[in-house]
């Protein structure tokens, strides 16, 4: 039976639930609250290191129903500090399943706590913004001093903490992209492996290394914290632009942005999960899409880079490109795990690209 414990924002609203997975020192975990809404993939989800110093709220009613599995994974780890879900499901049903995600969670040693009436959460969070909250068994006052104080992303450089710390390559591609490791994805590794020789590198690399294993392109890839904290990584795309081909993903579009002298703003609760609709304007296609960015891109501040996406929930810049320095990102997650994979013909946009093409597609 688990024991009683709540939930703490950092405006003062306390929530009960019930203690799960690690337990905490002291009975006190903390984290920025983001709520997110996809259904399924909560293992995907969990392990994306663009959660770092972030607490998950699933919309989702019920997560652990079918287990953890290794192949579900985008990284070794966790890099989230908690999770709050309603009902966390004891008895996991899957075929593919080696593991409950309870056990997942103490392996890894990551709080959570469940029972707590996430609909009520996810109205407000909707209404007051992501913030600081502190959840466990501790005594509520001493929750709602450490919600108070708790940390969030703003002016966070995160990457730091979720690179990986030497190059490694995969993929047998007739050409060679550098990768870098802003909290790189599997899924997103895989799909470049799939068209290219891929050399994942650290996030510090600079721009002379980079050159020096002779890219046809290079990838940007997602990763957390707040992007004007990256002078490193801005600087070092500033200097590769023009020479060889870009993409971006996520936090690749906002160093990308970044690196042309754009600016960047977070948003009031950040967009986290699989249903988002995405217009792509030169077409007016709609793709549903992936996503997970608490910061996005001022749209006045791109000077000459054309937008190429719009999120239609609320106008946000969901992608641009710079075609005559052969540059090009979006905001969301086109390598969708968890998500629908109507936007994986970037990868190919890409490729293209990297072959001597342009960006006319876009």
Not at 107 to 136: E, K, N, S, W, Y
Request: proline content about 7%.
């Amino acid at each position: 039976m688990r024991s009683p414990a709540h939930l703490a924002l950092a405006d003062g609203t306390l929530l009960g639930g019930e203690a799960a997975g690690f337990a905490p020192p002291g009975g006190v975990a903390t984290g920025e609250l983001v709520f997110n809404t996809a259904m399924s993939g909560y293992q995907e989800v969990l392990t994306d290191p663009s959660y770092a110093g972030q607490v998950v709220a699933f919309t989702s009613p019920h997560i652990g129903n079918y287990g953890v599995t290794p192949l579900d994974e985008e990284s070794p780890r966790p890099a989230c500090t908690g999770l709050v879900v309603r009902d966390l499901t004891q008895h996991h049903s899957s075929w593919r399943a080696v593991g409950a995600l309870e056990g997942f969670l103490v392996q890894h040693r990551i709080p959570a706590i469940a029972g707590v009436d996430t609909r009520r959460l996810t109205r407000h969070v909707r209404a007051a913004g992501a913030m600081g909250c502190a959840f466990g068994t501790a005594p509520t006052a001493e929750l709602l001093a450490a919600a108070a104080a708790a940390p969030t992303t703003d002016g966070c450089d995160l990457v730091t903490g979720v690179t990986g710390t030497a190059p490694y390559t995969v993929g047998e591609g007739p050409v060679r992209v550098v990768a870098l490791d802003y909290g790189i994805k599997a899924t997103i590794v895989r799909q470049l492996a799939a068209r290219f020789t891929v050399t994942v590198v650290p996030a510090s690399t600079s721009a002379a290394e980079i050159r020096a294993l002779g890219p046809a392109g290079v990838f940007l890839s997602n990763g957390p914290g707040d992007p004007a904290a990256l002078a490193g990584p801005r600087d070092t795309i500033a200097a590769l632009l023009g020479d060889v081909p870009i993409f971006g993903i996520c936090l690749g579009q906002q160093v990308l942005a970044a690196a042309l002298g754009a600016t960047t703003y977070k948003l009031a609760f950040g967009h986290h999960g699989s249903n988002h609709p995405v217009q792509h304007l030169a077409s007016g296609r709609v793709e549903v899409t992936a996503q997970n960015h608490s910061y996005a891109v001022e749209p006045g501040s791109l000077g000459a880079a054309r937008v190429t996406h719009v999120n239609l929930n609320d106008g946000v810049v969901e992608g641009f490109c710079v075609p005559e320095a052969r540059a090009f990102c979006v905001q969301y997650h086109p390598e969708a795990g968890p998500g629908p994979h109507d936007a994986r013909y970037l990868f190919d946009v890409f490729a293209a690209l990297c072959d001597g093409g342009g960006l006319d597609e876009l």
